[in-house]
Each structure stands twice: as C-alpha cells, then as structure tokens.
C-alpha cells in the first residue's frame, strides 16, 4: 500500500555482469536490501547460460540490450576487472538504451559496492 501512496519505491531493475565470486556476493547484498530487484546476471561460458542464481537467470552479453529493454532495468553493475569482457558493439548497445552503468572497484567489499550501488538509486 505504501509504494500505492508515495511512500517506499519500488526496487529498481538491476542486471549484475559475472558471476563470479564478487557478483555473486554483490548480488546477495542487492536482494537482501530490498531496494533493487535482480533481473539476470551476464556471463558467456556455456555452461552457465539459462541456469539459475539467487532467482535470476544467467544470460549471454549479447542478450543485455534486450533484457534491459523487455525488463526496464535502470542499472547495469560490472565488477573491473571481473569476467566477462564485454565487446564494444555490445556496450553501444546497451549504451543506447540510456540505461545506468556502474563499475565498481575490484579492491573494494561488498558493502561498499552496495553503498555505491545505493547513491546511484537516490
């Protein structure tokens, strides 16, 4: 009833690049918060393509654009230095849907990725 009303927003759309150790525990501190909702996580092995993890489905980079558009994410996270690299006619890509990209620092915790990832919702 509240989000109905102007009180809380709804959790903002958000697709995490790797899967990784470093994903994977940003996207644990994503759910917990509440404030963003887990859409995909992007990887290119094989192997990991259409399974499930924390209740998002990993899809190939060549997919973002698309899943950007169909789910109205307002922001894509990569980790530096973390896999996969994306190409740059992807990043074009993604680019021109104007969503928000965040890269955060690879020497950073996880706290302080969600505390990045917070300032860019406000």
């Known amino acids: 009833m509240k989000r109905w009303f ?5 959790p903002a759309n958000l697709i995490i690049v790797g899967v990784g150790y470093p994903g994977f525990s940003l996207g ?3 759910q917990a918060s509440g404030r963003f909702h887990l859409v995909a996580f992007i990887d290119d092995e094989p192997w990991n393509n259409r399974t499930r993890l924390l209740g998002a489905t990993v ?4 997919e973002l654009a698309a899943l950007i558009q169909r789910h109205e994410v307002k922001v894509v996270v990569r980790i530096e230095g973390e896999p996969p ?3 740059d006619n992807i990043w074009e890509e993604v680019m021109a849907t ?6 955060l620092r690879a020497d950073s915790d996880t706290e302080t990725r ?8 406000d």
Do not use: C, D
């Open 6 to 10: 102007g009180g809380q927003k709804p």
């Open 28 to 30: 644990q501190a994503v």
């Open 59 to 62: 899809q190939y980079p060549g």
């Open 85 to 87: 690299v994306i190409a």
């Open 98 to 103: 104007g969503v928000r990209t965040l890269t």
């Open 114 to 121: 969600l505390s990045e990832l917070r300032g860019i919702q």
